[in-house]
């Protein structure tokens, strides 16, 4: 299992994935916005998305699990 973390702390801008997703490497899973700045998060890794674990608008600190990949 792969899991994809917020970078920094923000706010979610973006899910662009579902559960049950196929994901490539690279591929932006999710947008966090934080200072004005929308950060992309990518997979590090191909993949299904198993498990989205926050929600647009949510607020995340960094280290959060926001996506885990199967």
Known sequence: MT???STMAGS???VNVNVGDQVESGQVVLILESMKMEIPI????SG???EINANEG???NEGDV???LK
Request: net charge negative; hydrophobic share 60%; charged share 25%.
């Open 66 to 68: 926001l996506v885990t």
């Open 48 to 50: 299904t998305v198993a």
């Open 58 to 60: 949510d607020f995340v």
């Open 3 to 5: 899991k994809l973390t």
């Open 12 to 14: 979610v801008f973006k």
């Open 42 to 45: 990518e997979a590090e890794a």
